[in-house]
């Protein structure tokens, strides 16, 4: 079983900053792609940002280019996401997801609270 666990989530003034941060248990993180995805209020979940198993490509929603970046470090289990720029509408829980098989992303942490004031 493969248990996600997010943090760094919090309220912020537009234009700042927040960098979340996603545990994953399981020996073999280092074969999971990881994706961060967010869901806000009475809206569907949506992608955000994905990562390959080595880290050397990323990819991107159009509306976070730029201003998002995901990372990861395979030796401490961690995938993280630094968020600048941000915009009320970034507004959203954020969640971490992993990809074990290569074909959907079948693990879940519980989400963590974005809130950008304007």
């Known amino acids: 079983q493969v248990q996600l666990v997010e943090s760094g989530g919090g309220l912020v003034q537009a234009g700042g900053s927040l960098r979340l941060s996603c545990v994953v248990s399981?020996?073999?993180?280092?074969?999971?792609?990881m994706g961060w995805f967010r869901q806000a209020p009475g809206k569907e979940r949506e992608f955000v940002a994905a990562?390959?198993?080595?880290?050397?490509?990323?990819y991107y929603a159009d509306s976070v280019k730029g201003r998002f970046i995901i990372s990861r470090d395979n030796a401490e289990n961690t995938v993280c996401l630094q968020m600048n720029s941000l915009k009320p509408e970034d507004t959203a829980v954020y969640y971490c997801?992993?990809?074990?098989?290569?074909?959907?992303?079948?693990?879940w942490g519980q989400g963590t609270q974005v809130t950008v004031s304007s």
């Open positions: 399981g020996r073999t993180f280092s074969s999971y792609v």
């Open positions: 997801a992993a990809n074990t098989t290569g074909q959907r992303y079948e693990y």
């Open positions: 990562i390959n198993r080595s880290g050397t490509n990323t």
